[in-house]
């Protein structure tokens, strides 16, 4: 790898991270596109579908300890829905992320395409923000956040995707999760469902190591600084640039599938 690929990479893994860490998200959404289309754009050899998510996985691994680390004395991450959320998308990323290695990349994409797809429907419902302080008790239906998380985890996993561009838009509609506290969490769920994720990447040899080990520093930088920023911001402008990103990021892809 020559210096000017290496910087479009770190640039690359640096937007997507300082983003993710922003609006509560692994980056994938924004990172899946960026790798798949700039790089060649730019005149560098393209990376395949596989590729891209292999390394997307690993990034996410890392840009989500980031943003976890920056919200830990926030008092947003709430302990019992990482936990019930985050064993079930752990099980099914690793399901998917095994199984993605049996798909053609029209496959791949055409997944990565109906899940930005679900998030933006989602993310334009109307939405009413919970009232919330650090250390109020949350109600919401524990069974379905495990079982949501679950098929998001399998669906994510096959795009190297932890999950959270659709986890965000689920705890805030159908959960009814605060804004911040769905932010701060998605993190922590979204790290762990990355573990299972990346196992099935490793394990079907789907992971470029050198663009990957750019994209985990440009993450270890950027994602804290972008929680910093998140927590600051007014949280109705959080959530229109999540579904911005993700409406652009969907419209692409399928145009790409279907032209």
Known sequence: MDISFITVIFFIGFLGSYISGMVGIGGSIIKYPMLLYIPAMLGFTSFTAHEVAGISAVQVFFATIGGVWAYRNSGYLNLRLIIYMGGAILFGSLLGGYGSGYLSEPQVNIVYAVLATIAVVMMFMPKKEVPYSPGDSLDYNKYL????????????????????????????????????????????????????TTAGKILTDQVLYGPALIMIIASLIAAPLGAQLGQKMNTKILQWMLAVLILATAIKIWIEILL
């Open 145 to 196: 956040a495990a079982g949501l998380a679950f098929i998001t985890g399998t669906a994510s996993g096959i795009v190297g995707a932890a999950g959270a561009f659709i986890l965000v838009p689920i705890m805030l509609v159908v959960l009814k999760i605060p804004t911040r506290v769905t932010i701060a969490t998605s993190l922590a769920v979204t790290f762990i469902s990355s573990i299972g």
